[in-house]
């Protein structure tokens, strides 16, 4: 093996069967992780290796979102008194029409950025949009590759309020799979923004290609409005509904699950379906606090998500991280309720879990793909690492994400994103954000934001 380098930390976080390795390395080969162990033996293995790292830090798997809207990352940072059937009305739904190929690509760009600088390497994205006769969804896609992100990519089709031509979603979701399929790091799953208030009609063009794709990307029982109201349209939770059409039949990726009863866990235990829960967003909307501890006690897969820059209203993982653990805290009033090591586990192994890729990525292990994050002890925030998972959970920022690599390919060098000049990005971005929020006439949705005070 003639291109092995070798990358070391004092403390070496597999998120697999090794645990913790202490002053451990990584050897990449390629793609491909070639061994984990002591630096030392590493070293004596391939003594003339590059190193990367000067042992001191944290060294981790890549971190995986498994929830977000790029369809969002152009309006950031604006109506934060509403909650989620609100905000639909105000902000994401009158988006949805406006939203162009090339704001796709270009807010995918801007906030694959700020993912990656946060130590994400594995992005699942839910692009909700109104289709038209160009398809959208592909720069996303697009913008992805650039970053050299892994991608799970997805059309978050709607039929409600607004109907949709079905031959326009379908090509759209058509459209979004031929170009994943054309990519390096990206791979396609199909979406759909909510069960109870689709279209029968819709709901069965989705279960035929869930039925044909085998993968499904989906939001359940995340407000309780939306469990009343399924309740008595539906005589069921959007959980019961969706596995009553047949949607659960497939590997689901379902966001949020934070209104459950007895019935929805058990649903999602039989259908093995993972939860994407994202706490920033449900905090931010006033959702609810999804039950993390009582699923993963009950053998539910669930991962972490940093959810629509709309709604978040970043898009930095550690903030997520850090979130998860103290949301959980604080419900159930336990020290105990979430700790660091369960919530770096959620952001790594839970998240390939959860988007059916634990084969391929969330652990260092021989064999691996080589997606990693090195965060070395440079900075205020990080010196003096008592234990590595709360130190790196509670006090860690994005300006201590060094290294970022997915594949073996370095995505972020030296606390700065490889595949886009930001600079260069954000006149562009600014004129496209204006363009956008005055198209869906956001501003007024401001205006009434601020008279609401
Ligand atoms: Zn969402």
Redesign the pocket.
């Known amino acids: 093996m003639t291109d092995v380098r070798l990358v070391r930390a004092r403390h070496v976080l597999t998120c697999g069967p090794d645990g913790e390795v202490r002053d451990g390395a990584v050897a990449v080969a390629g793609t491909r992780i070639a061994a984990v162990g002591p630096f030392a033996a590493l070293r004596a293995a391939h003594p003339a290796a590059p190193v990367v790292g000067d042992g001191t830090g944290i060294l981790t798997p890549g971190l995986v979102s498994c ?3 790029f369809s969002e990352a152009l309006v950031s940072g604006m109506g934060e008194t509403h909650t989620l059937w609100e905000w639909f009305q105000h902000v994401t739904g009158p988006l949805e029409p406006c939203v162009t190929r090339e704001m796709a690509l270009i807010g995918t760009l801007l906030r694959g950025a700020e993912m990656a600088l946060s130590g994400v390497t594995t992005v699942a994205d ?1 692009m909700c949009i109104a289709p038209g006769p160009e398809p959208v969804t592909p720069g996303v896609v697009e913008g992805l590759e650039r970053l050299g992100l892994r991608g799970d990519v997805s059309y978050g089709a709607a039929d409600d309020p607004n109907p949709r031509p079905l031959e326009q979603v379908v090509a759209e979701h058509e459209a979004l799979a031929a170009a994943a399929a054309r990519s390096r790091r990206s791979r396609f799953r199909v979406g759909l923004a909510t069960v109870p208030t689709s279209s029968d009609e819709l709901i069965r063009a989705t279960a035929a290609l869930v039925a044909a794709h085998g993968r499904f990307h989906v ?1 359940l029982n995340e407000v309780r409005e939306e469990v009343t109201q399924s309740r008595i349209t539906h005589g069921t939770t959007s959980i019961g509904l969706a596995a009553r059409v047949g949607l659960l039949d497939a590997q689901v990726l379902a ?2 699950c934070v209104w459950l009863d007895d019935d929805d866990v058990a649903l999602l235990q039989a259908h093995d379906v993972a939860v994407a829960h ?1 706490p920033v ?1 449900n905090m931010i909307l006033a959702s609810g606090v999804c039950p993390v501890p009582r699923l993963l006690r009950e053998g539910v897969t669930v991962g972490l998500g940093v ?2 820059a709309a ?1 978040n209203d970043s898009q930095n993982m550690l903030e997520t991280m850090k979130t998860a653990a103290l949301l959980q805290r604080v419900h159930h009033l336990q020290a105990r309720a979430l700790t660091a090591h369960d919530v770096l586990h959620m952001a790594t192994i839970g998240g390939a879990r959860a988007l059916g890729m634990a084969d391929e990525i969330g652990s260092l292990e021989p064999g691996k793909a080589a997606d990693l994050v090195l965060f070395p002890e440079h900075s205020p925030s990080l010196a003096n690492i008592h234990d590595p998972y709360q130190k790196l959970v509670y006090c860690a920022s994005v300006r201590d994400v060094a290294q970022v690599w997915v594949d073996g390919d370095p995505v972020v060098v030296d606390g700065g994103v490889v595949g886009v000049d930001i600079a260069a990005l954000l006149p562009h971005s600014r004129e496209l954000a204006v363009k956008l929020a005055t198209d869906a006439g956001l501003d007024s949705a401001l205006a009434r934001v601020g008279a609401d005070r």
Do not use: Q, V, W
């Open positions: 929830h977000g809207h839910m939001h966001a949020h994202n967003s959810d629509g709604s």
